[in-house]
């Protein structure tokens, strides 16, 4: 297959887990023997690096209000240059990454079969980034949704929704996985205090950053190690034994990890209306060993017989309710690691890749049928 692989929307970095995953996926592609480019329609920082070759389309941020008018005015223009790209690429495939409609997104439609990939629920995500925004995906999220040829989703529970489920679409469940040939285990530290690591990005509500700062309080025993924030909104008096260390990526993130005991994932997904999920910060500390507390139900990990994984509720008070048993399982976990082989079938990517591209084959031998049909008739 030729696969043209579209982001609208260009990830923090691309040593990010987002920059991660496409760069994953694509590698994986070509190494199952398909042609695949990338085509991006972004904003592009001069000291980002080359995530794969292929197309890059700039637009011009503005700050503040009066820059949203030129703002999307330069989108549109960009998207327009991205499609003909496309176009010029001739692929049998496009696959989209689910991202706010910009116009004329349904020009790509005409070109080939389209795959968009659904990592969360959008309507509810959208809710806590304003009114405007919120309404301007309500409005338009049918034109994305309704030109697409199939759906692929992160998880059983995007799958099953109506928000999804009302544009009757074929769909697939691939959640996230990852490249572990490309990831080496840790050994277990052997701290004095146990450390619980958590991997966050700011401005997002659902991964409630803010609720480690009571545990912290409430067991001054424990250091927690924040990577992605340099602050919290709101709270300036943090407890000693919280530790933020800013964005951190490459070797810098892995000493950090090292040092963990445990690692925690996304503490608020009930925020984004959700209550399962397949995060990739999850699959990153698994593949490293380091034992997980889940406060959400994982679409692969969930069901796995392991005391070294703790499950906690998704919802506001999860924190709060369950410190004690948070603190009993750091210092049960310590000196301990997740043996790979108990989670490689379910997060290496090289199986959930080929799902993907079977998916995506018989969307284009069913496109080819009706072709056929046409052209008879």
Excluded at 92 to 106: E, F, G, N, S, T
Excluded at 111 to 122: C, K, L, M, Q
Excluded at 321 to 336: K, M, N, P, R, S
Aim: hydrophobic share 40%; proline share 5%; with cysteine.
């Amino acid at each position: 297959m030729r696969i043209a692989y579209v982001s609208l929307h260009w990830p923090r970095s691309l040593t990010s887990g987002v920059g991660k995953k496409m760069q994953r996926q694509l590698t994986t592609w070509r190494n199952l023997g398909h042609e695949a480019e990338f085509f991006s329609h972004l904003y592009l920082p001069e000291d980002t690096g080359t995530l794969v070759e292929g197309q890059r389309f700039l637009y011009t941020i503005k700050s503040g209000a009066a820059g949203l008018l030129p703002t999307e005015l330069s989108r549109m223009a960009a998207l327009k240059k991205l499609i003909a790209g496309v176009r010029a690429y001739q692929p049998d495939v496009i696959y989209l990454r689910w991202a706010m409609y910009v116009y004329p997104l349904q020009r790509l439609y005409r070109i080939a079969p389209a795959v968009v990939e659904i990592n969360t629920n959008d309507v509810e995500e959208h809710k806590l980034l304003g009114g405007i925004k919120s309404t301007y995906n309500r409005l338009t999220r049918g034109i994305t949704l309704g030109g697409a040829s199939g759906i692929v989703y992160a998880t059983q529970e995007l799958a099953e929704m109506d928000v999804f489920q009302s544009f009757h679409k074929p769909g697939l469940v691939v959640s996230n996985s990852i490249d572990l040939s490309a990831v080496a285990p840790m050994p277990a530290p052997r701290n004095d205090h146990p450390h619980l690591a958590f991997i966050g990005t700011p401005g997002f509500a659902w991964h409630g950053v803010e609720k480690l700062v009571e545990l912290a309080r409430i067991y001054p025993d424990i250091v927690i190690d924040v990577i992605g924030y340099d602050h919290i909104e709101g709270l300036a008096d943090l407890p000693h034994n919280l530790i933020l260390h800013g964005y951190r990526v490459g070797a810098e993130c892995n000493h950090i990890l090292a040092q963990a005991d445990a690692a925690i994932g996304t503490l608020a997904l009930h925020r984004a209306g959700l209550n399962e999920a397949s995060p990739l910060k999850v699959r990153d500390y698994a593949s490293r060993g380091i034992p997980c507390i889940l406060p959400f139900r994982d679409t692969d990990l969930d069901d796995l017989g392991s005391d070294l994984i703790l499950r906690i509720p998704n919802d506001q008070d999860n924190i709060h309710t369950h410190a004690a048993e948070i603190h009993d399982f750091l210092l049960y976990v310590q000196g301990q690691r997740i043996p790979r082989g108990l989670v490689r079938d379910r997060i290496d990517n090289r199986i959930k890749e080929q799902q993907r591209l079977n998916f995506m084959a018989s969307l284009i031998q069913k496109q080819q049928i009706i072709n056929e049909t046409n052209t008879t008739i």
